[in-house]
């Protein structure tokens, strides 16, 4: 069975801080991994990766991946309230199938 | 540019009640789409997918059903609906090929009372 784990599940922190999110996976047929942000309702696409050590970078947000360690981290620096969400890690496998993680929830306090 | 409604928002239904929620997908063709249930804000869980009219699967045994009546048309439906049922489900598309990712609907939040 497709596995895929968040940590921390849930992460509380200061304005201006930097945080790091981690994804690992346990997968057949791995294809891809992707980061999902989600505020009230639909999660919203940030990062899809497929090649170990290139990072994706959006602004202050940056992912990695680590295809030999099966594992993926989210970085966001200098946060801001904005960024107070869930953030799901989503593995991709054959025959377009996403196995979802279960989320971080991300607090940023001003 | 490809566009996914999903209605309605929110919905507040008896034990034992039917259910009928609805995904439409615009400005593409034969798309796979997807539900999803997600409870208590967290994880997403795969109910059914479907990669084409009438192709439906099942990821868990429950008491949900979906059907896919034309090509851009996905329907979750219960004929009694439990208290367990409630949580946020939301519906996805994607092309046939993972690696573009999937675009979600807005939700539906179901509420069984």
């Known amino acids: 069975e497709d596995k895929v784990v968040q940590s921390p599940l849930s992460l509380v922190v200061h304005e201006g801080d930097t945080v790091t999110l981690n994804c690992s996976y346990e997968v057949t047929n791995f294809r891809s991994l992707l980061w999902y942000k989600q505020e009230k309702k639909a999660p919203t696409f940030l990062f899809m990766l497929t090649s170990s050590g290139i990072e994706k970078k959006s602004g202050r947000l940056s992912s990695i991946l680590d295809k030999k360690e099966l594992f993926s981290i989210l970085n966001i620096t200098a946060t801001q309230t904005g960024d107070s969400a869930v953030y799901l890690c989503a593995v991709g496998t054959s025959g377009s199938r996403l196995t979802f993680g279960e989320g971080t929830q991300l607090t940023v306090n001003p | 540019s490809q566009t996914i409604h999903q209605w309605p928002a929110t919905l507040v239904q008896p034990v034992g009640s039917p259910l009928s929620l609805e995904c439409t997908v615009e400005g593409t063709s034969n798309p796979n789409l997807y539900w999803y249930r997600q409870a208590a804000g967290r994880g997403l869980q795969l109910l059914f997918y479907s990669v084409g009219i009438g192709q439906i699967s099942s990821e868990v045994p429950q008491n949900l059903s979906a059907s896919r009546p034309q090509d851009r048309q996905f329907i979750l439906s219960s004929k009694k609906l439990l208290l367990s049922d409630s949580g946020f489900y939301l519906c996805?598309?994607?092309?046939?090929?993972?690696?573009?990712?999937?675009?979600f609907g807005s939700g539906t939040r179901l509420t069984v009372v």
């Open positions: 996805a598309w994607s092309f046939s090929q993972v690696n573009y990712g999937y675009t």
